[in-house]
């Protein structure tokens, strides 16, 4: 405490909070404590970007405290229309139970449909069972099969999730959230962004017409290179998938022969990148 004294009188009153001096009548009255619990200011500013910002950062450190500890993980894309009775939930459940077998934790959107087959496949075979959640407009709970999940008010806080926590993506078929999420994975492997990371697409009849199109549209205008669509791998079968998927990150030894000759599988101008996971 200063003890200057003025003329004519003692020391001036003086407080000091943290490196700031106050004197005279910048001394407050009320702690800051008091302020904080006393009083209630207007609510708008939780709507502020200011606030945003730090909403924005407490989702990622929700996600990153979450999933931290994860083992070796793929995330799987996919429809959230399939119904339980569709061939395709069935094999969404098939895909969830041979990543498990295959020792990888299973992580999806975490809605219904696909993602709900997938993490019941994962979860009834023993694997970890991960639901990344979107708050939408209308209500929705994690599915049934969801052992460990977190939910996300922002899309590219859990996209980023989706990445950092997965060493490859399994793209079954789906509607405009899959093709974003299949197209933002090409992305950030075609800008390096990613590396050495497998896309598979689940669905040769699915998913034809798409890669043909990249070919003859997209290749053809030169709007990519042709190694871009070195990028991705197409199959119907889970166990291949799963092979790819350990292959391209290094968990496996190179396949003993090409797999020509093989009609479920189409590696659409190459193999998966070979590699690990992302850093
Ligand atoms: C439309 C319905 C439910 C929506 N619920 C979703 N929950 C979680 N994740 C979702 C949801 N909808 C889209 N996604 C994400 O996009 C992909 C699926 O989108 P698509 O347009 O159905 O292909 C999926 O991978 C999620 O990450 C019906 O009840």
């Known amino acids: 405490m200063s003890r200057r004294t003025r003329r004519g009188g003692g020391p001036p009153p003086e407080q000091r ?27 708008s500013f939780v709507h502020s970007d200011p ?35 569709e061939p395709e939930y069935e094999l969404g459940r098939r895909l969830g139970a041979a990543l498990a077998d295959a020792g990888y934790a299973v992580i999806t959107g975490g ?45 590219f806080v859990r996209k980023t999730m989706f990445v950092k926590y997965a060493e490859a993506f399994v793209i079954m078929p789906g509607g405009f959230g899959t093709l974003d999420e299949l197209f ?11 590396t050495r990371f497998p896309v598979v697409l689940m669905g040769t009849a699915y998913w034809s017409g798409l890669l043909e199109w990249l070919r003859s549209t997209v290749l053809g205008s030169a709007r990519i290179k042709p190694g871009d669509l070195d990028l991705v791998t197409m199959t119907d079968d ?16 190179p396949p003993a022969a090409a797999t020509s000759g093989d009609e479920t599988t189409s590696e659409v101008g190459g193999a998966a990148a070979a590699g690990g996971a992302p850093s």
Do not use: C
Request: glycine share 14%; no cysteine; net charge negative.
């Open 51 to 85: 606030w945003r910002v730090l909403r924005i950062q407490s989702e990622f450190v929700e996600g990153f405290g979450l999933l931290a500890d994860l083992p070796p993980a793929v995330t799987v894309f996919g429809s959230a229309r399939v119904g339980r009775d």
């Open 238 to 253: 889970v166990d291949e998938a799963v092979r790819l998927i350990l292959e391209g990150t290094g968990r496996a030894g």
């Open 184 to 194: 933002e994975a090409l992305t950030l492997l075609q800008t390096g962004k990613v």
């Open 111 to 155: 809605g219904p449909g696909t993602m709900e087959a997938v993490n019941r496949g994962a979860q009834e075979a023993g694997g970890l069972s991960v639901g990344l959640g979107i708050e939408l407009p209308f209500e929705q709970d994690l599915n049934d099969w969801v052992d460990l999940g977190v939910s996300f008010r922002y899309f």
């Open 17 to 43: 909070r943290g490196p700031v001096t106050a004197r005279r009548g910048q001394v407050e009255h009320s702690t800051t404590d008091q302020r904080l619990l006393d009083t209630r200011s207007p609510a």
